[in-house]
């Protein structure tokens, strides 16, 4: 019988985990087995301090493949169940890793942090605002640690760019930009039909309105629907955009000055140009973020394959004196007649691995994750802030202090409604 930390100690409320021994692990359970979620959950198995005891997904088809794969990276089976519940109230978790869609992120991480477990999670932080708001809200209450996965923000040479932004090398910067134009499939207009056997489509839906079930509004291709996600800003937009705003942050820290966590205003214009499909975000997009003496930039066209500054997806920061590149694994910086000036290269299969172990020392250690959710949550919204002046079709003004726009219709989307039984747990 394995005997987990919080079985002998108790659901301590600090986050610091004292007394572990050589031979102890961190028992994790993972809510989705299939594609990122599967991915994280190989990688967690693999780490030699983590043993996956337990999987939850909507989808029994998905188990056998899943189970298999861990089992060859630990050495044990793990258990699994149809519902994330079970895994919640299963005393000897420690950790709960959420890889599934955007809709179904914050209910569970707050469950989970009410649980006394830890909890690392996909992004976008939340389907929206709101629901980034109330997980952060719940780290902190319950005392737990919350790692959002923009994986960059524990990548070296994401840091080693930045480090040479902060020498003042660039100049006054007042601008920096991240793009898009890794190409997206068009998906068609499929049919409604039966969910397949095996599928708990009740549960895939949870909090999201009751529609019939189409396989468009499913497996991969959820996130191109109101409901479920955010878009291709919030799929790999997100991560970009986190490259180009610490990108600025550096740029101004090289003149004593700091960005402030909030942007005044954002305004975003585009549309579904492109794409005859059922996809309802935009697929060609621009977004401004507004801040005093800067702008943050992003361009998103997921169906036109020519990349920026030779990077299909990355982010560029431009100073009076030059300007550096970011790619995902890549930085160049440049002068201000366009030489090369140095450059820096990383690796991201280990800035993935260097992220779940950054999660596992805040947890052991104590202190915040690289990501922690407040950093999450910011990079998030940011994003939620761009669909939504898309979406109403306006600039908007932004109260960083409360959290919310100027303007009433704006605001309404800053949450959702939940279908019955599920709520936004209180915090």
Same mark, same amino acid.
Not at 50 to 74: H, L, M, N, P, W
Not at 86 to 104: A, F, K, M, S
Not at 178 to 184: M, N
């Given at each position: 019988?394995?005997?987990?930390?919080?079985?002998?100690?108790?659901?301590?409320?600090?986050?610091?985990?004292?007394?572990?021994?050589?031979?102890?692990?961190?028992?994790?359970?993972?809510?989705?087995?299939?594609?990122?979620?599967?991915?994280?959950?190989?990688?967690?198995?693999?780490?030699? *301090?983590?043993?996956?005891?337990?999987?939850? *997904?909507?989808?029994?088809?998905?188990?056998? *493949?899943?189970?298999?794969?861990?089992?060859?990276?630990?050495?044990?089976?793990? +258990?699994?169940?149809?519902?994330?519940?079970?895994?919640?109230?299963?005393?000897?978790?420690?950790?709960?890793?959420?890889?599934?869609?955007?809709h179904w992120h914050a209910i569970p991480a707050i469950l989970a942090c009410q649980a006394g477990k830890h909890v690392y999670v996909e992004k976008p932080a939340g389907h929206n605002i709101r629901e980034g708001q109330r997980m952060l809200a719940a780290a902190r209450r319950y005392n737990r640690v919350m790692q959002v996965g923009i994986q960059s923000r524990s990548g070296t040479s994401y840091e080693a760019a930045c480090e040479y932004i902060r020498t003042g090398a660039l100049?006054?910067?007042?601008?920096?930009?991240?793009?898009?134009?890794?190409?997206?499939?068009?998906?068609?207009?499929?049919?409604?039909?039966?969910?397949?056997?095996?599928?708990?489509?009740?549960?895939?839906?949870?909090?999201?309105? +009751?529609?019939?079930f189409n396989r468009n509004r499913f497996h991969s291709s959820w996130r191109w629907f109101f409901d479920y996600g955010s878009g291709d800003l919030g799929n790999?937009?997100?991560?970009?955009?986190?490259?180009?705003?610490?990108?600025?942050?550096?740029?101004?820290?090289?003149?004593?000055? +700091?960005?402030?966590?909030?942007?005044?205003?954002?305004?975003?214009?585009?549309? +579904?140009?492109?794409? *005859?499909?059922?996809?309802?975000?935009?697929d060609t997009l621009l977004v401004s973020w507004e801040y005093p003496g800067a702008l943050l930039v992003y361009e998103m066209r997921i169906w036109s394959r020519p990349p920026l500054h030779e990077e299909p997806e990355g982010a560029a920061v431009f100073g009076e004196n030059g300007y550096v590149i970011i790619g995902n694994d890549v930085w160049r910086a440049y002068d201000a007649k366009g030489q090369l000036v140095t450059s820096g290269s990383g690796d991201g299969g280990e800035d993935d691995v260097r992220h779940k172990r950054d999660f596992l020392?805040?947890?052991?250690?104590?202190?915040?994750?690289?990501?922690?959710?407040?950093?999450?949550?910011?990079?998030s919204a940011l994003v939620h802030m761009g669909n939504i002046s898309w979406r109403t079709g306006r600039r908007l003004e932004w109260n960083g202090a409360r959290q919310e726009f100027s303007d009433p219709e704006a605001n309404r989307l800053l949450g959702r409604s939940y279908r019955a039984p599920w709520t936004l747990p209180e915090v």
């Amino acid at each position: 019988m394995r005997l987990s930390r919080r079985s002998f100690l108790g659901a301590a409320p600090a986050i610091r985990l004292t007394a572990q021994s050589p031979n102890e692990k961190f028992l994790a359970a993972g809510m989705g087995c299939r594609g990122r979620a599967r991915g994280l959950l190989y990688g967690f198995a693999a780490l030699p *301090d983590v043993e996956v005891i337990a999987v939850a *997904d909507v989808d029994s088809r998905q188990f056998a *493949d899943a189970v298999k794969g861990i089992a060859q990276r630990q050495g044990r089976e793990p +258990k699994t169940t149809g519902d994330f519940r079970r895994l919640l109230e299963d005393r000897d978790v420690d950790i709960l890793v959420i890889g599934t869609p955007d809709h179904w992120h914050a209910i569970p991480a707050i469950l989970a942090c009410q649980a006394g477990k830890h909890v690392y999670v996909e992004k976008p932080a939340g389907h929206n605002i709101r629901e980034g708001q109330r997980m952060l809200a719940a780290a902190r209450r319950y005392n737990r640690v919350m790692q959002v996965g923009i994986q960059s923000r524990s990548g070296t040479s994401y840091e080693a760019a930045c480090e040479y932004i902060r020498t003042g090398a660039l100049g006054k910067v007042h601008f920096a930009k991240g793009w898009e134009t890794t190409h997206q499939p068009n998906i068609g207009r499929p049919p409604d039909e039966p969910a397949p056997a095996g599928v708990d489509y009740e549960m895939w839906l949870g909090p999201a309105p +009751k529609r019939p079930f189409n396989r468009n509004r499913f497996h991969s291709s959820w996130r191109w629907f109101f409901d479920y996600g955010s878009g291709d800003l919030g799929n790999d937009g997100v991560h970009r955009l986190d490259y180009a705003r610490r990108g600025l942050e550096a740029a101004l820290a090289a003149h004593g000055r +700091k960005l402030p966590e909030w942007p005044s205003a954002v305004v975003a214009s585009g549309g +579904k140009f492109y794409f *005859d499909d059922a996809q309802e975000w935009p697929d060609t997009l621009l977004v401004s973020w507004e801040y005093p003496g800067a702008l943050l930039v992003y361009e998103m066209r997921i169906w036109s394959r020519p990349p920026l500054h030779e990077e299909p997806e990355g982010a560029a920061v431009f100073g009076e004196n030059g300007y550096v590149i970011i790619g995902n694994d890549v930085w160049r910086a440049y002068d201000a007649k366009g030489q090369l000036v140095t450059s820096g290269s990383g690796d991201g299969g280990e800035d993935d691995v260097r992220h779940k172990r950054d999660f596992l020392r805040a947890i052991r250690d104590g202190g915040r994750p690289s990501c922690d959710i407040a950093i999450g949550h910011v990079a998030s919204a940011l994003v939620h802030m761009g669909n939504i002046s898309w979406r109403t079709g306006r600039r908007l003004e932004w109260n960083g202090a409360r959290q919310e726009f100027s303007d009433p219709e704006a605001n309404r989307l800053l949450g959702r409604s939940y279908r019955a039984p599920w709520t936004l747990p209180e915090v």
